[in-house]
């Protein structure tokens, strides 16, 4: 499984992006993931419910079905807790996990934009930087994409 963080601002284009990699690699019969990291409240379950009333109870569940799969645990799991569920993927897009980056591709608007999100991450881990915006950007000492295909290529080749 490769792993690879898509990383960036709100609205800076990260979930179009991953969007637009699944699609690429999904068609060339790889099969794909993607994990989302928020700090908002996320809320999957409806009141009334059983799962709803268990885990109002105090505790973790899980529902399965034939087509879904949903696990509310009341703290916050690990990215490598979360990986676990794709271990026979190809590849896994994780979108946030600032502080766990890994083959990082860095979304962003402008070289403003960049400049600071670079002072809230450790840019080593960083792989790439895609520019949403702005065309023909150079930055020293990383990759520069603009276009989601040349993306997808060095994912595929270099990675």
């Known amino acids: 499984m490769k792993v ?5 601002f709100s609205n800076s284009g990260k979930t179009s992006l991953i969007t637009q990699l699944v699609e690429l690699l999904t ?11 928020s700090d908002k409240k996320v809320d999957l379950d409806k009141e009334g419910k059983d799962s709803w009333r268990i885990f109002k109870a105090g505790y973790d569940v ?4 034939p087509v879904k799969f949903a696990y509310r645990a009341r703290r916050e799991l690990s990215l490598i807790e979360i990986l676990r569920y794709f271990e026979d993927y190809d590849y896994v897009f994780v979108e946030g996990f600032k502080s766990d980056i890994r ?3 860095a979304v962003v608007r402008s070289h403003e934009e960049l400049d600071e999100l670079l002072k809230q991450i450790d840019q080593s881990r960083l792989a ?4 949403r915006d702005e065309m023909g950007v150079e930055v020293d000492g990383f990759r520069v994409f603009n276009d ?5 290529e060095f994912i ?3 990675l």
């Open 4 to 8: 690879i963080s898509i990383i960036g």
């Open 27 to 37: 068609n060339q019969g790889y099969r794909v993931g993607v994990v989302k990291h």
């Open 62 to 65: 899980a529902v399965l079905s």
């Open 103 to 105: 083959n990082g591709i």
């Open 128 to 131: 790439g930087i895609y520019f």
């Open 148 to 152: 989601v295909n040349d993306l997808f």
């Open 156 to 158: 595929i080749h270099e």
